[in-house]
């Protein structure tokens, strides 16, 4: 029997990663071993890379979007049997703290999660608990499987529960890519009309093919005008913010009706800066978004399922390739969700 597999380890922060080979980890009480099929590639990653997650600690394996097969089952595992195909959520909860008995854990007080904390699935074999896997259908890739914990129910929180949009919804989302590709299909599924922008007109083709109906080239139009032309003044209703700079919240309260919400779903720079009094005065909300629930998941892995969804990638490496998979990611050569495939 094999003892060892291909990880891609961290070894040190501002770093490339190593391509090592290691033991193969043992489930113990409660876990599970997954043969890994699909990791995905996310923003995080290259912000873990650059060491600004201060509980991610050196050396360990990154990735928190995982796709695979239940392979080996440690003591005490009910519900699974070897062969079965599963996604892995990211975030281990406590179960006990006011945020887990509340139905928020993703708002833990003492989560651990996955890909970070512990090691994730950017390796051949990876140990989760069992309480972590969701069996996914047959016709479902593994590779869009692998980015429903983080890419698609992250955006199906975003949308659902912060946002509450609704089939009267006119929504924009801000800077479209590995997360708003998803999100553009998510808040077509509850009837809304979507705007989308992007410097990047290739990035804003591939949004209308999944069914935005508006697409706003900023380095070329004025998103403001355009809103106001095609919503007769009324503004969007929800604003989801992928950029996460400095200005994009307060470019999403200006396109925003009173009584609107920005919701913050990207994170670039560590502030933000938005106007007092035309937030306050017209009762603007931001808020804030963390992952998602276990709810989330469950749906957002059935609306795949059914075809209403279908996770978009933009190009699977091989995990060998991971450091130029994550040079792609930086520089904004992959115009959407990448995974690797094992
Ligand atoms: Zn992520
Ligand atoms: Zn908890």
Known sequence: MIKTMKAAVLEQFHHELKIKEIPIPTPQRGEVLIKVRASGLCGTDLHIQEGRLATVKVPYVPGHETAGEVWKLGEDVTGFEIGDRVIVA???LCNTC???????????????RLGFERNGGHEEYMVAPADNLLKIGNNVPFEKAAIIPDAVACMYHAIKNQAQVRATDRICILGIGGLGFQG???????????????????????????????VVNTSKQNLYDVVEEITSGEMCDAVFDNIGINSSVQ???????????????GYCEDTFCAEFQSTAMKEKEIIGIRGSNRRDLVETIRLVEKGILDPYIYKTYDL?????ALADL??????GRTVLKL
């Open 320 to 324: 060998d390739e991971i450091n130029l």
């Open 98 to 112: 006011r945020f887990c008995t509340t139905g928020r854990g993703n708002l833990c007080s003492k989560l651990i």
């Open 251 to 265: 470019t999403g309260l200006d396109i925003c009706r009173p009584g609107g919400k920005v919701i913050m779903v």
């Open 184 to 214: 553009i299909q998510i808040a077509k599924h509850f009837g809304a009309e979507i705007f989308c922008t992007s410097r990047n007109d290739k990035k804003l083709e591939i949004a209308k093919k999944y069914g935005a109906d508006h």
């Open 330 to 335: 930086k520089t904004g050569k992959s115009l």
């Open 90 to 92: 990211i975030d281990i």
